[in-house]
């Protein structure tokens, strides 16, 4: 089984501040990671693929297989960077599990 | 521009109708994906179709069945809603890989179909 989690709901910081958003998951194989967000209003999309290795909009991710993570970070958080943000799992048969989300919220 | 179109964006039904929600998608991909999204717990897996009539339960399939007549067309069936179906539902599609090099491999989703069911 495959599981994805996402352990803070909410995280609120200033404009400029860095951001980090946790993602921990579980999966007996080889995964490929992603993170989504979904901006108010709008559709969820993709923010970027582990195996792009690309930063997008500022946003870098590293998988460590060792601690079975995916965070998100950003070195300084923007308005328009407040959103949902889902990291997701996608198995060697290619079912995709999301974890639970997270809302950033950046203050100005 | 790819597209994953849901044919109602608010729907509100009675406890025990059934319901059908509808989705096309035009990228010619094998995949396509029913969650549930509920503040608080995330996108849920309903079902899951890697090809024409081919389904796979995800985490949450009980009150839910699904069709796949066409591979553009993924159908979600409430056999009989209640209150707690209330929900915002997703569709999404993706292509079929067994190789992580492949490029473009990621979901794309609809709009979201906002369920009420009184």
């Known amino acids: 089984a495959q599981r994805v989690t996402q352990p803070e709901k909410l995280l609120s910081v200033f404009k400029g501040a860095p951001v980090e958003l946790k993602c921990n998951y579980s999966?007996?194989?080889?995964?490929?990671l992603f993170w989504y967000v979904q901006y108010s209003r709008q559709r969820l999309q993709l923010l970027l693929r582990?195996?792009s290795r690309e930063s997008i909009k500022g946003f870098t991710a590293d998988l460590n297989k060792g601690e079975t993570s995916f965070h998100l970070k950003k070195p300084f958080a923007q308005e328009e960077d407040s959103a949902m943000y889902y990291c997701?799992?996608?198995?060697?048969?290619?079912?995709?599990?999301f974890g639970g989300g997270t809302r950033v919220l950046v203050k100005p | 521009d790819v597209k994953v179109t849901q044919s109602s964006r608010y729907l509100v039904k009675r406890t025990g109708e059934k319901v059908f929600l509808e989705c096309v998608q035009d990228?010619?991909?094998?995949?396509m994906f029913w969650y549930r999204q509920d503040p608080g717990l995330g996108l849920r897996l309903i079902y899951f179709?890697?090809?024409?009539?081919?389904?796979e339960k995800g985490d949450i399939p009980e009150g839910y069945s699904v069709s796949r007549e066409k591979k553009e067309r993924f159908s979600l069936i409430l056999e009989s809603a209640s209150t707690n179906q209330t929900s915002m539902y997703l569709c999404?599609?993706?292509?079929?890989?067994?190789?992580?090099?492949?490029?473009?491999?990621?979901?794309?989703f609809g709009q979201g179909t906002r369920l009420t069911v009184v």
């Open positions: 990228m010619d991909h094998e995949n």
């Open positions: 179709s890697y090809d024409v009539k081919m389904k």
């Open positions: 997701a799992l996608r198995a060697a048969g290619n079912k995709l599990t």
């Open positions: 999404a599609s993706s292509l079929r890989s067994f190789d992580r090099r492949t490029p473009n491999t990621e979901a794309f």
């Open positions: 582990h195996i």
């Open positions: 999966y007996s194989g080889s995964p490929e």
